[in-house]
């Protein structure tokens, strides 16, 4: 036999020269769930090892973070009914604690990367991304409240915002009004192909922020978030996210989407980031606390996946626990 692809597999060295695809701490970014208060650090039942934190414990787990090589976190407020109203009007209140504690950490920690969530939904009774108005979400209506919450969240010191609205044209009406106030420099990262996915129920249990039970509001997320089943539907978005001024283009979930990162990786020239959202990293840990899988060895698979399908920027809960092991 001429070709013994086996050649390439025969040591530890060897195999790594041949080597691929590498992962490494500054490819991923960690989800921070803030909430109000102080002295909180509350485990998420159906996301075991990551917790709800109030500002003063959150500061100690970034710092035990960046101590571990690992700079860059994605935060979420899991906000209190009595702030919450039809037109998400606290989510550029300067009070908002998730502003206050965005201005907090990237005073003590400016080396760090902080990205923001632009969304309705954790401010508003309905539970959901944009406005509702006569059992629908309206999507222009939408647009002003992003725009406002973008300009609150840049002001608040965020290195990069995260729209993971899906209204159509919020990407573009975010950077007008950023670079009108003087943002120019502070990034946007789309949620370019998110989809109406069942694998976010952890992250609506941390943040009590699923849709709204009522007659008169839409029972899921599907009239803006795709369709699962597409993936040409994903070239369209990253169309109008790239030409509408997106520093980088997002897939969400992650696992179960693997075609369509390749897809964007492929066809454009951001960098692509993937979302490995809280219930696909919910499974796994299942299955390593039944003895079923190995932790050790599934867990940096996994992300190597993602990296192999052509992901720049990893954002997983699995992060803070990678970088453990790099040391
Ligand atoms: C909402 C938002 C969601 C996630 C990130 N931002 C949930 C949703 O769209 O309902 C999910 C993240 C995860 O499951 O880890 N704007």
């Not at 989407?257 to 964007?264: A, F, T």
Request: aromatic fraction near 10%; charged fraction near 25%; proline fraction near 6%.
């Amino acid at each position: 036999m001429l070709r013994r692809p086996r050649r390439n597999r025969v040591s530890p060295a060897i195999r790594g020269l041949a080597q691929e695809t590498h992962l490494e701490v500054g490819h991923l970014v960690f989800p921070l769930f803030l909430v109000d208060g102080s002295n909180v650090r509350n485990e998420v039942p159906s996301l075991p090892g990551i917790y709800r934190f109030s500002l003063d414990n959150l500061l100690k787990e970034v710092d035990e973070c960046m101590n571990l090589g690992l700079t860059n976190f994605i935060m979420f407020p899991a906000v209190p009914d009595q702030f919450k109203d039809k037109m998400a009007t606290y989510s550029y209140d300067p009070k908002n604690f998730y502003l206050k504690a965005a201005m907090e950490i990237k005073k003590r920690f400016p080396e760090s990367c902080l990205i923001s969530d632009v969304a309705m939904d954790p401010y508003s009774v309905d539970g959901h991304d944009g406005v509702v108005k006569g059992g629908k979400i309206v999507n222009d209506e939408t647009l002003p409240v992003l725009a406002k919450m973008s300009v609150a969240q840049a002001i608040a010191g965020f290195d990069i915002l995260g729209p993971s609205d899906m209204m159509d044209g919020r990407v573009g009406v975010m950077r007008e009004a950023l670079d009108e106030a003087g943002f120019t420099d502070t990034g946007i990262m789309a949620y370019t192909a998110k989809y109406a996915s069942a694998f976010y129920g952890p992250f609506r249990d941390a943040l009590d922020s699923a849709p709204r039970e009522s007659e008169d509001i839409p029972k899921d997320k599907k009239t803006y978030q795709m369709n699962p089943a597409n993936k040409r539907e994903a070239l369209i978005e990253a169309e109008l996210d790239t030409t509408e001024g997106a520093d980088f283009l997002m897939v969400k979930p992650a696992l179960n989407y693997l075609d369509v990162i390749h897809l964007l990786k492929e066809n454009f020239e951001l960098p692509i980031a993937a979302y490995h959202v809280s219930g696909e990293c919910a499974m796994l840990i299942a299955a390593c606390q039944n003895g079923w899988l190995d932790f050790e060895k599934a867990m940096p698979e996994t992300l190597l996946s993602l990296r192999r399908a052509g992901t720049d920027v990893i954002i997983t809960y699995f992060a803070k626990d990678f970088a453990k092991r790099q040391r």
